[in-house]
Nanobody, 128 residues
Framework: QVQLVESGGGLVQAGGSLRLSCAAS????????MGWFRQAPGKEREFVAV????????LYAESVKGRFTVSRENAKNTVYLHLNNLKPDDTAVYYC?????????????????????WGQGTQVTVSS
């Protein structure tokens, strides 16, 4: 079992930055591939980024590539999502998720069904 708690969301102007955190706890919290997803009002949940359990491999959605960076500190059981050059279209609830295993990062990690555990989400609102 892995428990996930996101934090760091808020209201920011376009062009601004935020850092989201996802604190993991539980038996496999530091040994799991972790992903970030987001869901805007009236839209389906979409993939944002994924990071391998060791932090060496990442994958990003095209819409955020070059602006967002995913990282992790396993000593703190925490994964981060650095959001830079934010746009109004980035407004959404951001969720972190864990596969629960040390699976290698692949394009399949863009699908929510790969993840067994989910946090409650944190709201990011970007004003124009």
């Amino acid at each position: 079992q892995v428990q996930l708690v996101e934090s760091g969301g808020g209201l920011v102007q376009a062009g601004g930055s935020l850092r989201l955190s996802c604190a993991a706890s539980g038996r496999s919290s530091s040994s799991t591939t972790m992903g970030w997803f987001r869901q805007a009002p009236g839209k389906e949940r979409e993939f944002v980024a994924v990071i391998s359990w060791g932090g060496m491999n990442t994958l990003y959605a095209e819409s955020v590539k070059g602006r967002f960076t995913v990282s992790r500190e396993n000593a703190k059981n925490t994964v981060y999502l650095h959001l830079n050059n934010l746009k109004p279209d980035d407004t959404a609830v951001y969720y972190c998720a864990a596969t629960g295993i040390r699976d290698p990062v692949s394009p399949g990690h863009s699908e929510s069904r790969k993840y067994a555990y989910w946090g409650q989400g944190t709201q990011v609102t970007v004003s124009s």
